[in-house]
Nanobody, 121 residues
Framework: VQLVESGGGLVQAGGSLRLSCAASGIIFSINAMGWYRQAPGKQRELVAYIRSDGITDCAASVKGRFTISRDNAKNTVYLQMNSLKPEDTAVYYC????????????????WGKGTLVTVSS
């Protein structure tokens, strides 16, 4: 399973960005997809996730500002980020919890290479 992220960039505080992540390869099933972020000098943290049944959750720090959605037909997850703050600056990583292969393999976590989001004050 390969993940390709797009949509990062530089934006002023209060602005918006939309991240996309497309999963490809031989995928038997996807359990959940989500976004993590890692700011300089900090640990990677969960931003938001969406399960195959549509259930979502997000970090308290982004609640009300970020929205996660998913296109199951395209195996793509989106993160709409509004009212961005300088503290949102980080590398954002896409995560996919899935079973690869033609026959169901083990449930594994797959990661994208990350996309940088920089919010200027």
């Amino acid at each position: 399973v390969q993940l390709v992220e797009s949509g990062g960039g530089l934006v002023q505080a209060g602005g918006s960005l939309r991240l996309s992540c497309a999963a490809s390869g031989i995928i038997f099933s996807i359990n959940a997809m989500g976004w993590y972020r890692q700011a300089p000098g900090k640990q990677r943290e969960l931003v938001a996730y969406i399960r195959s049944d549509g259930i979502t959750d997000c970090a308290a720090s982004v609640k009300g500002r970020f929205t996660i959605s998913r296109d199951n037909a395209k195996n793509t997850v989106y993160l709409q980020m509004n009212s961005l703050k300088p503290e949102d600056t980080a590398v954002y990583y896409c995560n996919c919890n899935a079973r690869g292969g033609i026959v169901a393999g083990p449930l594994m976590d797959y990661w994208g290479k990350g996309t940088l989001v920089t919010v200027s004050s």
